[in-house]
């Protein structure tokens, strides 16, 4: 108890407000709300509320009753301490130990109250915890709650759990919730085995309790849907706290846990945290209330738990103002400030008293908030609380207003106190100031005597009072000021109770007179007696008078009697109190009787009173006495009083029941000591009622025998007997069956009933009626009719493969106990001849077990049942099929065959048929391998079955490696027995990893030792037959030697040979029978210095009459590094003996040696020397010097090699006197032109040639030739320039589900080496490149690990050791696999019930690659909501809680890698009783007719809208197509007209010489005009078109037209496809595939058309090159080769045999003719063949193309497959070396079609602007069409592409000049040969190549540095622009010489993009 007060006061000092203290009231602690404590220990509760001054401190009841003392229950102190003692539970009183209490303190400020407080004990009672089993399965949790009776869970707590009496600390897989649960996480066999148990703690009285110990059962999973082992409820918590929202389930697969809060998912918060015991939030705040949903799903279903969380906020209340004084009418407002969790309400106190709203005062504010006192007086002063209450919660706060003014006494009412009792006088004071109050009685201050006592508050108490003493007036004196008092008085009058003296009753007798009086010797008067009897008032009358007197009463009765007994009260009452006493009277009477005995008849068996009654006081006791016999009584003897017989309260004796030998006399005797004794004699008849004396209870009969039933009755007679059979009274004349004969026997009457003969339904009960006039028997007779039993009810309960569970029900035994079941079963396509029987089953059993049944078999199986009369009819025949089982055996013939190193071919056919037990539906291949040091573990790969026999290889194996195999057979039920193992060896491969430890030594200059050690065993793959050493040497310049190989057996080898002070690559690798292994990383070796071999040559010339200058090179074998030259001079005829020796440094390759003899012969020869000495000598050249010396030059010739980008300096020194000139030259065909000075070359004064970032055009042979008067001298120097490799050739070889092995043909190696082959791919719809480098060795590679059934890019691109070469064409790859698919054969639904479906998903075909996932979605026909399951492919999927009787749709949709498949099916539930539902039929309703209407009036309209779409949509088609028909025949016109013109005449009629062929085989050719359709041909290898053919007349202010050709249908061939781009002069084109779309909807065709050159009819014409501008001056000629045919060559694109469009044929015909042009134009090739390699005229887009040249670089960019619709690519090949001399000398023709107005008929690639736009800014068209001029704008993008000649000015000429011309021509360089041209004529200039101001900038890739030129621009600009779109051709860059200047990009053909 004293612990209990401790804490409160603990907490009351630590709650205690600073700001109250020093107030006059304040709370030490108003929170305290509820107390709680053990009735054992009791409690001491200290007032809340507290005063400064000391306030008197009262308790009181919540309902406002003032408690008082109850001794050794309840006590309040003096201090205002409560305190409740301890106490029995007898004594628990609810007003005192369950109540409200509340506190208060009042002093001079008011009083103030504290909030209810609820004060409860409890009781120690017995109770008991307990634990429940719980079930869980394996991998689940399982969770175990200590259930707590609900008396106590509010006070008893979980404190541990235990596990086998040891406590669970909560870590690993144990943990224990805040409510007490346990959990234990991923359940495991091992917990089954332990016991649970639960500890629990009394909060209060401490007592701990041990609850019993629960079990867990562990089962394996089982596919189920989840079920919630624990959830959580709706609560309430305060902010701030923590809380635990508990959430566990069950289910396999285990489900996986979602939380949701208000249906949303939880927000990202530290606070809250997932546990395995469910989702705790800390710091709880108010937005964290809400409806939390715990979801758990699984593939079956799903199942949530849900609750409401409220966040309460606390209440607090702010009352303001604190404290206020004023004055008295003023007007006070006190607001009262709330906080926390709405839903509260207000209440309003003054003094602790409700303050109620009046005229002064009142309440407002939406709550009640603001108090208002309008005129606040004196009487309004005091403590003003607002309390705050929501449910349990409240909370308040108090203001003090003091109303200040004149003090002043309130008025005090007269007093009356009782004499003997304490009495309170308030004296009440109003205002401040006053200094003191006091209290005098008789002039007298008090107290003055020990009974009177004054408090501070002015309160004065009498203690005790007494009349004499205390009576009288009292006055209160106060004073307010030192000399003034005011001063009441107030008169208390005493009165005195009534005291009445004792008085007592005499015994009395009936009949006497009885006088009482009642005397009261004190109190005031006046005094008042009453009296009352049993507590009712007496009234004067029926012999009682009351006689009163002033100070006494008397009670008066005249007779008394019975009806005078009870209590007597006399009650005095005055003006103080009333007081009574009470007394009892009791009146004595003899007995008599009230009711007499007389004689009476009783009947046999019934029960008989014989009445008798007495009365008399004291009450008379009753005795019976019995005589037997009929004659005069003898004598009698007391009736024994046993349970038959008794006496009732009313003195009757009870016969209950009446025998015979109750015959006789009874005598009836009363007596109480009153008097003397009575008594009275009666005769008691007995009467024997009509009974049954004989029948059988039960009997049995035959049925279809006779049976008699026999009844024996006597009594008085006459007697009466009935037979009934049930409650049917038998009538024999009725019913013939029945029988009745009755006969006297003595006293006896026999009745017999005779059954002719018994029959089921007489199996009942037969009852026999006796009746007489005293009352009736029955006998009931049971008859039991046997026959043989019903056959049995017989049920399948259970099916199991090899067995079945039966259970029966006997309806109908036959009366007779069932003896035995005989049960028959038999193949249903037996007869029961071959049944098989189970016999003599036992009657006790009403089931039995089946065995030994073959599973997948269909049974017919029946019942009978035996008794003792016979056997049954047998049953009703059931037809049931057995379960598949697991086959018996395995599958037959298992055979292996070693495929390759890493698979091996499993074959095997299916078990036998007998033993396969079902369907089989795949089988599972297990694999292990058996080399040493495996773990012996079978690896499992399924497949599904295909017939009966299968075939499977198994990947992935480790190479070279024995494994051994078995294969188990599978049906729906399980796996069968394996097959026997059988072994296997995967076939050698190559070693997968290089030699270790390799390492190199150099011994010599030429012999260096490799050695190294064996590749790890594991890794060889195969037996090791030997090594290769691979090496090849690295020359200084980059260039790598030849490979060579070395081929031993052992781990060391030397290699002699080498090549002195080399530096060496080694790599080592081990082979095997399968070829060669990895090798290792390259190792670096250089050989040792050796004395260097002769220089590689020499040179000596003189140089003056005294000198020569020998030159040497450097020996093409230094053999280390050169550290001098030894020059060597003898003169042979000198006599000198030893020659002249001259040193100079390495880098110093010529020498002059002077002070020589003129006209002597000298023998000079060189040596080199290294550190290890002198080398060879060269060779030894004569020289003589000369006084005159012609020209001579000292360098050498030959063959320099050098990469592009690379300055390169051709050394050409010369000597000679006079000095030689020098002058290069450069061979091109068979001409020599003199090299060009510029910023790319440079001649330096010492005759070096410097050639600055060369490129392949650079390459060829240049000739330096030094010339003075004595002669000249010359030397050739072959340049070679080393570029990127050419792109490979890339082909894909083979294709797995995993792995693309791709093959691939080198290109050209650019003149270096190829180091390596860098290989890129990436997922077709991806554009993440991943990059493999390959060594240069290898021409394929295999890509492990790919998805399966995915498509991929690959590209190839060499490197040498310039850098990456191009990279290849884009080829695409699908790997095995495809999107699952549902096999039609498989049963998609296994069962399906009234609530749940059960799906096989067995029936999905994964297509060769793993299903990743499968989502099912069904709903109710007719609905739109679809619920969603997932599901994996090996399992069976429920569909659970389905309507029954319903309709539903069933989508289904499987993915792999590859894709997805999706399988839609409808199903119906059956209805409640099993039965199958009708399809649904569509209703008949009123709007059937207008959906009828519309479902036939849309397709219509949609039809007859996409018709007139159509419509509009080909005209325009057929109007663009008419237009790009016009542009190509004014393009033929062109072409045709070049050939048939003369320089000078122009052109009329039909054309004389070869026509321009196109080919086009197996296609329609069509020419369309204005007129219609013209079918030319059909299937025709050439079709030649003329101007005659294309003639239309022409007004020069129409609109330009023009004609194409088309054709409505291209069949594609298939075949290779040529790629000519790019190639390198003089090597082959190679055959490539074409690339694949990155889309998945790909319509693009590829083909290949070949311009070939014609059968030459006439000399070659020559074309102006800009032949759109009138006059010579405008353009330069270049010669022009003879007509061309155009033919399609084979497409590539296998297996896409779609039709081309007409639209995309007929442009395909335009970009023939415009690449036929483009190339005559820019390229001015001579005899060149073109061809197109690619056109894509689908209208998808395809893979990107970029064509391009970085001219700063001088290096190609990547060329790809071109993406915009309508594209064509084509090269330009050179032309042969005998048609170089063709074009020479060839005339200039006029420009075709002069006059201005034909040039508006000329199409739109052949239109300048330069011309169109003349000085007065006047069109020569009227009108320019808007497609024309958004063709020109398209062109403007296309000008950035770059095209590339060489010029040279230095050039011959090819053609006539122009008059006026100047004699410096220009010159177009090809690759490797020369083509010459005209130079421009004087008054042009060549543009810039740059875009102009107008134009968009060119890309930086495709930028060319601007030619120098000294001419002024042309007029027109830079510039010629024209029109251009995918319809159009090609643009004109720039006219004439401004397009030649472009420089060239390398040893390349051309490559051009038709758009």
């Not at 009698?636 to 015979?660: A, D, F, K």
């Not at 013939?893 to 074959?907: A, N």
């Not at 050639?1251 to 030397?1275: H, M, P, Q, W």
């Not at 134009?1895 to 600009?1917: M, N, Q």
């Amino acid at each position: 108890m004293w612990l209990v007060t401790f804490l409160l006061l603990l907490d009351s000092l630590h709650k205690a407000r600073p700001e109250d203290v020093g107030t006059s009231l304040y709370f030490v602690n108003d929170s305290l709300q509820q107390v709680t404590f053990s009735s054992s220990v009791g409690v001491v509760v200290p007032c809340p509320a507290a005063g400064s001054p000391s306030a008197a401190l009262r308790w009181y009841l919540a309902t406002g009753d003032d408690i008082y003392d109850v001794p050794h229950i309840r006590h309040v102190h003096a201090n205002g301490t409560l305190q409740l003692y301890p106490f029995s539970p007898s004594a628990f009183n609810s007003f005192i130990h369950d109540n409200d209490y509340f506190c208060t303190a009042e002093n001079a400020a008011g009083k103030i109250r504290s909030p209810n407080i609820r004060i409860k004990a409890v009781f120690r009672e017995p109770y008991t915890v307990r634990v429940e089993d719980q079930r869980s399965m394996r991998g689940n949790v399982a969770v175990f709650k200590c259930l707590i009776p609900s008396s106590v869970q509010e006070y008893v707590s979980v404190v541990s759990w235990e596990k086998d009496t040891v406590s669970i600390t909560p870590e690993n897989r144990f943990s224990i919730t805040s409510h007490g649960g346990l959990y234990i996480s991923d359940v495991q066999k091992e917990d089954a085995l332990s016991t649970y148990r639960c500890i629990t703690k009394h909060k209060y009285s401490g007592e701990t309790r041990q609850s019993n110990g629960a079990r867990l059962s562990v089962t394996d999973p089982a596919e189920s849907i989840p079920t919630i082992l624990d959830g959580f409820h709706s609560q309430e918590v305060w902010t701030g706290h923590a809380v635990e929202l508990p959430c566990a389930a069950s289910g396999y697969p285990i489900p996986a846990i979602r939380w949701l809060k208000d249906g949303r998912p939880l927000p990202a918060d530290s606070r809250w945290a997932k546990r395995i015991t469910g989702l705790t939030i800390s710091d709880l705040r108010t937005e964290d209330s809400g409806t939390y949903i715990c979801e758990v799903t699984n593939t079956f279903g799903s199942a949530e738990a849900n609750g409401i969380l409220t966040v309460i906020d606390p209440l607090h209340v702010t009352l303001t103002p604190k404290k206020l004084k004023t004055g008295i009418g003023s007007t006070v407002i006190l607001s009262c400030a709330l906080t926390g969790s709405p839903e509260f309400t207000i209440r309003w106190y003054r003094n602790t008293e409700p303050v109620l709203p009046g005229e002064v005062i009142s309440i407002r504010g939406l709550s009640n908030e603001t108090l208002l006192i309008s005129s606040a007086q004196k009487s309004h002063s005091g403590a003003y609380q607002c309390f705050a209450s929501r449910k349990a919660q409240t909370a308040q706060d108090f203001a003090i207003i003091v109303l200040e003014g004149p003090p002043s006494i309130r008025a005090m009412r007269n007093i009356t106190a009782v004499a003997g009792r304490d009495t309170l006088i308030n004296c009440r004071v109003i205002g401040y100031p006053y200094y003191s109050i006091k209290w005098y009685k008789d002039a007298l201050l008090l107290p003055d005597n020990h009974r009177q006592v004054v408090f501070e508050n002015g309160t004065l108490k009498l203690t005790d009072v007494q009349k004499g003493m205390d009576e009288g007036e009292y006055l209160c004196s106060v004073l307010i000021q030192p000399q003034l008092s005011i001063s009441q008085s107030v008169h208390v009058a005493v009165k005195v109770p009534p005291l009445i003296q004792p008085f007592e009753f005499p015994p009395a007798s009936i009949g006497q007179l009885l006088y009482i009086p009642c005397v009261v010797s004190s109190g005031d008067m006046p005094i008042r007696i009453t009296w009352r009897k049993d507590g009712q008032v007496i009234i004067s009358g029926s012999g009682v008078t009351i006689e009163s007197k002033e100070f006494m009463s008397s009670l008066q009765i005249s007779s008394v009697s019975l009806k005078h007994n009870g209590n007597y009260t006399c009650i005095a009452s005055n003006a103080a109190a009333t007081v009574s006493r009470e007394r009892q009277l009791i009146v004595r009477v003899p007995p008599r009787f009230v009711v007499q005995p007389n004689n009476q008849d009783g009947i046999y068996g019934k029960a008989g009173v014989l009445n008798c009654s007495v009365d008399g006081y004291p009450p008379p006791k009753v005795m019976w006495k019995h005589a037997k016999g009929s004659g005069n009584p003898q004598q009698y003897h007391p009736v024994p009083l046993t349970g038959r017989m008794q006496i009732l309260p009313n003195s009757s004796l009870l016969i209950r029941h009446v025998l015979e030998e109750d015959i006789g006399y009874y005598l009836c005797q009363a007596s109480n000591g009153v008097g003397t004794d009575i008594s009275k004699a009666m005769f008691l008849t007995v009467k024997i009622p009509a009974m049954i004396t004989s029948h059988p209870n039960t009997t049995i009969a035959i049925k279809g025998h006779a049976k008699e039933l026999n009844c024996t009755a006597r009594g008085e007679r006459p007697i009466i007997i009935r037979w009934e059979k049930g409650d049917t009274v038998i009538d024999p004349d009725r019913v013939m069956r029945y029988a009745i004969a009755t006969k006297d026997n003595g006293d006896e009457v026999v009745s017999t009933l005779k059954l002719k003969p018994a029959d089921r339904g007489d199996s009942v009960f037969f009852s026999c009626h006796a009746i007489n006039s005293y009352g009736e028997d029955r006998g009931l007779i049971q008859l039991t009719v046997q026959e043989p039993p019903d056959p049995p009810e017989l049920e399948i309960r259970e099916v199991k493969a090899r067995s079945m569970n039966l259970r029966w029900t006997q309806r109908f035994d036959g009366n007779s106990i069932i003896t035995g079941f005989d049960i028959e079963y038999k193949n249903k396509s037996d007869s029961w001849d071959f049944k098989q029987s189970t016999r003599n089953i036992s009657p006790t059993i009403n089931q039995a077990n089946i065995v030994d049944l073959h599973p997948a078999s269909v049974y017919s199986i029946r019942m009978y049942s035996f008794n003792k009369i016979g056997r049954s009819e047998p049953s009703k025949e059931l037809t049931i099929s057995t379960e598949e089982a697991a086959p018996d055996g395995p599958p037959m013939d298992v055979t292996l065959q070693p495929v390759t190193s890493q698979s091996i071919q499993v074959t095997w056919k299916a078990p036998k048929k007998e033993l396969q037990n079902g369907v089989i539906r795949g089988y599972q291949i297990g694999y292990r391998e058996n080399s040493p040091g495996s773990n012996g573990q079978y690896s499992i790969v399924e497949m599904k079955a295909t017939g009966d026999s299968e075939v499977y290889t198994l990947d992935n194996l480790k190479k070279f490696a024995q494994y051994g195999v078995v294969v188990q057979a599978f049906n729906r039920a399980g796996t069968g027995p394996s097959s026997s193992e059988i072994n296997a060896t995967t076939l050698e491969d190559v070693p997968s990893q290089p030699p270790e430890n390799v390492r190199a030594l150099s011994i010599t200059s030429d012999v260096a030792v490799i050695s190294w050690s064996e590749p790890p065993r594991s890794t060889l793959n195969g037996v090791l037959k030997g090594y290769r050493v691979i090496f090849w040497s690295l020359y200084v310049d980059g260039e790598w030697g030849e490979m060579q190989n070395v081929t031993t057996t052992r781990e060391r080898v030397e290699l002699r040979g080498m090549e002195k002070f080399t530096n060496y690559s080694v790599q080592v690798l081990a082979y095997t029978q399968a070829g060669d292994g990895v090798r290792s990383s390259v190792l670096y070796i250089q050989t040792k210095e050796d004395v260097p071999g002769p220089p590689a040559g020499i040179k000596a010339v003189p140089s003056s009459a005294s000198s020569v200058v020998v030159s040497w090179l450097p020996p093409t074998k230094p053999n280390g590094v050169i550290r001098k030259y030894t020059i060597f001079c003898s003169s042979p005829g000198s006599g000198q003996p030893a020659p002249s020796e001259y040193e100079t440094s390495p880098e110093q390759l010529f020498y002059r040696i002077a002070h020589l003899n003129r006209g002597q012969q000298y023998l000079l020869w060189v040596a080199a020397v290294t550190s290890a000495g002198r080398g060879n000598s060269s060779e030894k050249v004569t020289i003589e010097p000369a006084g005159k010396a012609p020209a001579k030059i000292i360098s050498f010739g030959g063959t320099v090699t050098t990469p592009w980008m690379k300055d390169v300096r051709l050394p050409c020194n010369s000597v000679g006197d006079p000095a030689p000139a020098v002058k290069w030259t450069k061979d091109s065909e068979d001409s020599a032109i003199p090299v060009s000075l510029d910023g790319h070359r440079l001649i330096h004064t010492n005759g070096t040639l410097l050639l600055r970032a060369v490129k392949a055009e650079d390459s060829g042979y240049y000739t330096c030739t030094a010339t003075n008067t004595g002669g000249f001298d010359t030397i050739i120097v072959n340049l070679l320039v080393q570029v990127p490799p050419d792109q490979p050739r890339l082909t894909v070889s083979k294709t797995s589900a995993s792995s693309i092995t791709l093959t691939w043909i080198p290109g050209d190696n650019g003149g270096s080496s190829i180091r390596g082959f860098v290989l890129q791919y990436s997922v077709d719809n991806s554009e993440e490149w991943k990059d493999v480098f390959i060594s240069s060795s290898e021409r394929s590679f295999k890509l492990d690990s790919l998805k399966c059934g995915t498509w991929y890019k690959v590209k190839l691109a060499a490197k040498n050791s310039v850098g990456s070469g191009r990279i290849s064409e884009i080829i695409e790859a699908k790997t095995h696999g495809r999107e699952p698919s549902f096999s039609k054969d498989q049963h998609l639904f296994t069962h399906i019930n009234s609530t749940h479906a059960r799906l096989n998903l067995q029936g999905w075909n994964n297509g060769g690659c793993p299903i990743t996932a499968i989502v099912l979605e069904y709903r109710p026909k007719g609905t739109w909501a679809w619920q969603g399951v997932r599901a994996n492919s090996s399992t069976e999927v429920f569909l659970t809680e389905l309507r029954e009787a319903t309709w539903y749709e069933l989508r289904m949709r499987a993915c792999n890698s590859a894709g997805c498949g999706n399988e839609t099916a409808q199903f119906a539930t059956l209805d409640y009783d099993g039965s199958t539902i009708p399809p649904i039929k569509s209703a008949q309703g009123e709007g059937d007719d207008v959906k009828k209407l519309f479902t036939i009036g849309c397709p219509v309209i949609l039809a007859t809208l996409g018709a007139a779409l159509l419509f509009v949509v080909r005209k325009k088609r057929k109007e663009k197509r008419l237009k790009r028909l016009r542009d190509a025949k004014s393009l033929a016109e062109m072409l045709i007209s070049k050939n048939n013109r003369s320089f000078d005449t122009p052109v009329k009629g039909p054309p004389q010489g070869p026509r321009l062929h196109i080919d086009i085989p197996r296609v329609q050719l069509l020419i369309e005009d204005k007129e219609g359709i013209k079918q030319l041909g059909d299937d025709k290898a050439t079709i030649p078109v003329t101007d005659a053919e294309f003639s239309q007349a022409v007004n020069p202010q129409s609109f330009c037209t023009g004609v194409s050709l088309h054709h409505p249908a291209l069949i594609q061939s298939t075949g290779p496809l040529i790629d000519m781009s790019d190639i390198r002069p003089g090597t082959n084109p190679v055959s490539r595939k074409n690339v694949k779309s990155a889309h998945s909807t790909r319509n693009r065709y590829s083909s290949q058309w070949t311009l070939t050159k014609g059968q030459a009819s006439t000399p070659a014409r020559t074309l102006t090159s800009d032949w759109r501008n009138v006059g010579s001056q405008h353009g330069v000629t270049v010669a022009e080769s003879d007509s061309y045919s155009a033919s399609l060559s084979q497409d590539t694109d296998k297996g896409r045999n779609s039709m081309v469009s007409t639209e995309s044929a007929s442009s395909t015909y335009e970009e023939l003719a415009r690449a036929y042009e483009h190339a005559k134009l820019e390229e001015q090739l001579q005899n060149a063949k073109f061809e197109i390699t690619e056109c894509f005229i689908s209208d998808s887009s395809s893979d990107q193309m970029t064509t391009g040249t970085n001219e700063n670089a001088g290096s190609m960019t990547s060329m790809s497959t071109p993406s915009e619709p309508g594209i064509c690519r084509f090269t330009a090949s050179p032309p042969k070396p005998q048609d170089a001399d063709r074009g020479k000398n060839v005339a200039v023709p006029i420009p075709h079609r002069a006059s201005k107005s034909d040039y508006c008929n000329l199409p739109l690639y052949t239109k300048s602007e330069t011309f169109f736009r003349k000085a007065d800014g006047r069109e020569p068209c009227p009108v320019v069409p808007p497609r024309e001029a958004s063709m020109r704008n398209l062109t403007r993008a296309y000008h950035t592409q770059s095209r590339h000649l060489t010029l040279d000015p230095a050039s011959k000429p090819l053609a006539l000049p122009h008059p006026g011309a100047p004699a410096a021509t220009t010159t177009a360089t090809l690759p490797q040969r020369t083509l010459a041209m005209p130079a421009p004529p004087a008054g042009t200039a060549p543009p810039a190549p740059g875009p102009t101001p107008s134009e968009p900038p060119a890309a930086p890739s495709a930028a060319a540095p601007p030619a120098p030129s000294t001419e002024p621009p042309r007029p027109g600009g830079p510039h010629t622009k024209m029109g251009g779109s995918r319809d159009s051709l090609l643009e004109m860059n720039t006219p004439g010489v401004g397009r030649s200047q472009k420089q060239g990009a390398g040893a390349y053909s051309k490559s051009y993009t038709l758009v």
